[in-house]
């Protein structure tokens, strides 16, 4: 595999590019930047799957609302437009929302979970917006070494605790995984069902023309610096609303209100060349699934429409909580996820990387996301989605929705949407730098030390089990 040869345009730099943007022309139709004083219903900051949905769910359920979205920058800034497009019938941290929890409970919210994904591509259709929503499972592999197939089982036995049926997840022998996908090692996987893919900007577009066509007020370029109040301010102008939703996930570092409670993470991700009939032979991956490897330190990849690699790993995080607003990576940063990817499908050794970009996902000191409506402040605010955002936004956009309107559901019932009288009393705050700093430094060393004794198939009795210890007591204290 190369770096930087593309076949349809030339791109001298493929770490200053982000696949998404490149593969979809807009037209130029943009907003103008919010001006003067403006009033609505509800105000949204931040415009990107959260607030966009939330203003979405909305006017479907109250088409007289006066609503308004008000973005930084221009529409999918943030991880919206960046991310790997997965669309996950799950949420990072789900356990810790259904601990205590009965059983019929539980597989209730993993149903409605799992039935997200199949409502964003009901959305989708019946707006007749052409996404690449594609429903085609994952496939969460052990295919590099020999320890990572404990690790899928353990992961599907943790699956089917939480409550996912057996219909939603089951094991794959390497037979079966082959089947689907030639990895270099095929151990095994463990299989979703409720798992697609989509091209984010796409539909961040798509929402977008929607939206402006049922009259929401959309401001672009207008960068909010005070919420108070019930009034969002910029500096040319203000908008006071009945409600404010806070939906500016890992990019909160100017609103004081939150940029204390969801911190962004970094996440690179690279984008192949597209792919010869004769490479996809090679590598199967016909039913386009989406393919995760057995790895603490997360990588992620699926065969897109037009036939291409789009794949994600290693996040880290950076001193002082700054999100990532410049998409440019190193080549260092893509050689490295270059190296993992041929290491899962060898067929890949010379085929070009075009594209690689990076960017900030949104995680929340108790590590779990959440729709909170603080009804006493008029403030409402969605996020903490640790990298699982692109179906968890349409969830909690569509039940933030619903609160703020006062409806009654199963979606504003569940254990990850909070009534408060302040944001405060829900979400903790992180704790000052350079703390944060140093546990994730420590959290991130003992997983690639874990993984780099595991890859070399060495059973080190003491070690393995110390690294976990260590992992254990992080977790606990940071709690
Ligand atoms: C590289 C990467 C890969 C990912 N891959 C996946 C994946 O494959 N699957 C998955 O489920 N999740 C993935 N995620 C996570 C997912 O993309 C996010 O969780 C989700 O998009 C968050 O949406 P959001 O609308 O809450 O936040 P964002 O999309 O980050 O939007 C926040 C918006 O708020 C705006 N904003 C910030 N401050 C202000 C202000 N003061 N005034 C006005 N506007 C403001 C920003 O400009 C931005 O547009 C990935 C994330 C990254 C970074």
Sequence with gaps: MTIGTETSSTIDSPGNSIYWSASHMEPARRFAPLEGRQQADVVIVGGGFTGLWTAW???????????????????????????????????????????GLDTDTRQALCRMLGDNVDDIGAALSDADIDADFHKGGALNVAARYAAQQ?????????????????????WLNADELTMMARFRRPFGAVFQRQVATL????????LVQQLAAS??????????????ERRVSTHEGSVQAQTVVIATEGYSEQLANIRRHVIPVQSLVIATEPLTNAT???????????????????????????????????????LGAHPRHDPAISDADIDMRRKLLVDMFPALEDVAVTHGWGGSLGLSRSF????????????????????????????????LAEMILGEDSSRTRAPWAFHGTSLQEVVKRWEPEPLRWLAAQTILTSY?????????????PLISPGLSWLNNTFASVIE
């Design 57 to 99: 769910y909305l006017k479907q359920l109250a088409p007289d609302q006066h609503i308004a979205v008000v973005e930084a920058e221009c529409f999918g800034h943030g991880a919206s437009g960046r991310n790997g497009g997965w669309v996950i019938g799950n949420i990072a941290g789900l356990e810790r929302h259904l601990h």
């Design 150 to 170: 404990g690790l899928q089982r353990s992961y599907l036995a943790h699956l089917h605790e939480l409550g996912f049926s057996d219909r939603d997840c089951r």
């Design 199 to 206: 091209h984010p900007r796409k539909l961040i577009h798509g």
């Design 368 to 399: 779990r996301p959440h729709a909170i409506l603080a009804g006493k402040q008029g403030l409402a605010t969605a996020g903490g989605y640790a990298g699982e955002g692109v179906a968890a936004s349409h969830l909690m956009g569509r039940t």
């Design 280 to 318: 996809w032979d090679a590598l199967g991956l016909d039913s386009r699934p989406t393919f995760a490897d057995a790895s603490r330190l997360i990588n992620y990849g699926h065969r897109t429409r037009d036939g291409r690699l789009v794949f994600g790993a290693r996040g880290n995080y950076q």
């Design 215 to 228: 009259g929401v007020q959309l401001y672009e370029h207008s960068r909010v610096t005070s919420v108070a």
């Design 448 to 460: 690639a030390t874990e993984e780099a004794l595991m890859s070399r198939e060495r059973h080190l």
